[in-house]
């Protein structure tokens, strides 16, 4: 059963920093990872979807690597903004028919 | 384009009672998937539909139905309403089931039982 960690669970940064979150996973065998934000009580906008051919995706200030070989993803949050501030969640897919498995977020603030 | 919608926005319902939500997929979307979240987790799976069929079923009791129409619009049913069913249910849609597709969320319904 796939399992999906994150950490920190919470962080808070002054704006103009960059920062790194983190997301793990059991079974390597994935075939894609996405990064997602959201807001509080808000639904899940998707920020990148790596593929498991692919090492690295990026959009603007954000940059999403994964490491299969240890189960690890990372979001690069360049310059970050206030605006920056949510919940950020990474979701596993193992394949075929299988559902998107998810960590339970890392909440980032990002005081101006 | 329109993305995923999702109604009611907010629902408010007692114990025992049953409840209905909608979900409209993105336009040439074929597949819908329900998951639901409870406050300071991350969402979990409870249906996928493709072509109007089950293609997936998460660990829920049998309390939770869902069906997928002709138009690709889908509804998820919870019955007997318990306390713990308080949630923010959420509708994805893609292209279809599989690895290759990313996965595009509605705004989600807040379900609150009393």
């Known amino acids: 059963k796939q399992e999906v960690t994150q950490i920190p669970a919470a962080l808070s940064v002054p704006e103009g920093e960059n920062l790194v979150l983190n997301c793990s996973f059991t079974?390597?065998?994935?075939?894609?990872l996405q990064w997602f934000r959201q807001d509080p009580g808000k639904g899940l906008t998707s920020l990148l979807l790596?593929?498991?051919?692919?090492r690295e995706q990026t959009s603007g200030r954000l940059n999403a690597s994964l490491d299969k070989s240890s189960g690890r993803s990372t979001l690069y949050i360049a310059a970050s903004q206030p605006g920056d501030s949510a919940t950020y969640l990474c979701?596993?897919?193992?394949?075929?028919?299988?559902?998107?498995?998810f960590g339970k977020g890392t909440r980032l603030s990002v005081i101006a | 384009d329109a993305g995923v919608t999702q109604s009611p926005t907010h629902l408010i319902k007692t114990r025992g009672q049953q409840v209905t939500l909608r979900c409209s997929p993105i336009?040439?979307?074929?597949?819908v998937s329900w998951y639901q979240q409870v406050l300071g987790q991350g969402p979990q799976f409870i249906f996928q539909?493709?072509?109007?069929?089950?293609?997936g079923r998460g660990n829920f009791p049998d309390r939770f139905s869902a069906r997928q129409f002709p138009n690709y619009s889908s509804e998820l049913n919870v019955n007997a309403l318990l306390l713990g069913d308080s949630a923010l249910y959420l509708c994805?849609?893609?292209?279809?089931?599989?690895?290759?597709?990313?996965?595009?969320f509605g705004p989600g319904t807040r379900l609150t039982v009393t």
């Open positions: 979701a596993s897919l193992l394949g075929g028919n299988t559902p998107l498995v």
């Open positions: 336009s040439g979307h074929k597949s």
């Open positions: 539909y493709y072509e109007k069929e089950e293609r």
């Open positions: 994805a849609s893609s292209l279809s089931p599989g690895n290759l597709y990313e996965q595009y």
């Open positions: 079974d390597s065998a994935i075939y894609n």
């Open positions: 790596i593929q498991s051919s692919q």
